[in-house]
């Protein structure tokens, strides 16, 4: 094998320019996730459980929906603040004077 000169490893690439994501948008996601994910798995362990097991007078089934629904209200919650967040972080982009070299 011979070597050459032009090293394909030594050429420099395209640069890759990283954009950050708007600052609440994990909140969002995770939020939403938690309102999608909370009564699904609510009702999972519910059914896992049974009929025959019995908290506070209710139906498995039932307490533990019942507890996936509390989860998604947190997520709802989440959410809600994470969209504040976008705004707030919007609107402050919006009126702050930009560099000399950008339009």
């Known amino acids: ?34 309102m999608v994910l909370g009564p699904l798995f609510g009702f999972l362990v519910g059914t896992m459980l049974g009929t025959d097991w019995q908290t506070l007078g209710m139906n498995s089934i039932f307490f533990f929906l019942f507890l996936g629904f509390m989860v998604a209200g947190l997520g709802l919650g989440v959410a809600l603040l994470g969209a504040r967040r976008m705004l707030q972080n ?12 950008r339009s």
């Open 90 to 101: 919007r609107n402050q982009e919006a009126t702050a004077p930009h560099p000399a070299g």
């Open 1 to 34: 094998m011979t070597t050459t000169d032009s090293d394909p490893l030594d050429e420099q690439g395209r640069q890759v320019r990283l954009v950050p994501l708007t600052a609440g948008i994990w909140m969002v996601l995770l939020g939403c996730g938690a």
